[in-house]
């Protein structure tokens, strides 16, 4: 079982940037990737960004793809997804997300494993 905890959300203005931050613990000696997800008000939860147990192989949604960037510090047990470049539409509740396996994945399907979420609102 892994538990994971989410920190780094606000209220920030249109062009800036926040960090999100998730730490995990639990049975965090077996390999797994990390992945974050999103949900605005009204519509269905959908991939933002995901990492590989390695940090080698990312992936990113279209709609975050050169203005987003994740990472992880396995050492710290804890992934962070940069924002920059913050736009209204990015207004969510973001949710980390971690699945059994070392490899990447989209699908929110495939992850055992999530936090409560973070609530990020971007102001115009």
């Known amino acids: 079982q892994v538990q994971l905890v989410e920190s780094g959300g606000g209220l920030v203005q249109a062009g800036g940037s926040l960090r999100l931050s998730c730490a995990a613990s639990g049975r965090t000696s077996s390999s797994y990737a990390m992945g974050w997800f999103r949900q605005a008000p009204g519509k269905d939860r959908e991939f933002a960004a995901a990492i590989s147990w390695s940090g080698g192989g990312t992936n990113y949604a279209d709609s975050v793809k050169g203005r987003f960037t994740i990472s992880r510090d396995n050492a710290k047990n804890t992934v962070y997804l940069q924002m920059n470049s913050l736009k209204p539409e990015d207004t969510a509740v973001y949710y980390c997300?971690?699945?059994?396996?070392?490899?990447?994945?989209?699908?929110?399907?495939?992850?055992?494993?999530w936090g409560q979420g973070t609530q990020v609102t971007v102001s115009s």
């Open positions: 997300a971690a699945k059994n396996g070392p490899l990447v994945a989209t699908k929110d399907s495939s992850f055992q494993y």
